[in-house]
């Protein structure tokens, strides 16, 4: 179902012509939008950068987890646990704002 999900949501994604996929796998996979990761499918849950306002809201709401890499938290970075198309169309485009305002 994830897979699908995520699917569904890069065809709708893709429909903005600043947004990319890319062929690469692993951390830095996924969708970007001027050339920076905004959004990646992990262990068949979408991860997205977000400002850390958002990320803590989603934790405290039990909606997600912090992305670990190299077994430490990343910061800009959650995976949400919910596996819903319009949610996570929300919150690729709060990511696709957030990376394109971003100055890093």
Known sequence: MSKETYRVLVESLMENDEVTQSRKSGFGSGLRVNGK???MLVKNKLCVK???SMIDEIVAEGQGELYMSGGR???DWIVVDTVDEQ???ELAHS???FVSTKEA
Request: proline share 13%.
């Open 37 to 39: 990761v905004f959004a």
């Open 50 to 52: 977000l400002p850390a």
């Open 73 to 75: 938290p990343s910061k």
């Open 87 to 89: 949610r996570w169309l």
């Open 95 to 97: 990511a696709i704002e």
